[in-house]
């Protein structure tokens, strides 16, 4: 005997449950989006919520807001939403000026910038202009030429 609220069923058409398939077996897509997918196509199957949450890993109250949210908004539902965070404290324009920098100039007495005098030259900390040039793949210590010894063996 079934007890609580009756839920309402989830309807696939072959084209929503292709996709959901496609997600629910990949290995690309982030962890939670293939939980969810997994989640409403047992929801589907008429599995109850109980043991979906059990098969899932997921608590009940989870299993019934992404039911609900699928119902309500559709695969698009199914995506975790924006989370508030902190604010960013480098600005598009500094980053701007220090990729500017590192690859239009050199520093005095120097061949080419390296972290410490490009943080005291943009007054970011050196922990910043690394993490910015990592971001872009940036190494202005390799050079990207070979040249050829001229001592003769």
């Not at 039911?67 to 701007?96: C, F, M, N, T």
């Not at 239009?104 to 007054?123: G, L």
């Not at 922990?127 to 070979?146: D, E, K, M, T």
Request: aromatic share 4%.
């Amino acid at each position: 005997m079934i007890t609580g609220r009756p839920k309402p069923p989830i309807v696939l058409q072959e084209e929503e449950r292709a996709r959901l398939n496609a997600i629910a077996h990949s290995r690309s897509f982030p962890h939670g989006l293939v939980k969810r997918a997994r989640l409403v196509l047992m929801a589907a199957e008429g599995v109850p919520n109980k043991r979906i949450a059990a098969d899932i890993d997921l608590s009940s109250q989870s299993v019934c807001k992404w039911r609900q949210r699928y119902l309500e908004q559709g695969l698009e539902g199914l995506h975790d939403e924006l989370r508030a965070g902190r604010p960013r404290s480098i600005s598009d324009e500094k980053v701007a000026t220090v990729l500017r920098k590192t690859l239009k100039s050199k520093p005095k007495d120097a061949t080419h910038w390296s972290i410490r005098p490009m943080a005291r030259e943009t007054h970011l900390s050196p922990a910043s202009i690394h993490r910015i040039w990592r971001a872009f793949g940036l190494q202005p210590h390799r050079q990207r030429h070979f040249k050829l010894s001229t001592v003769l063996c």
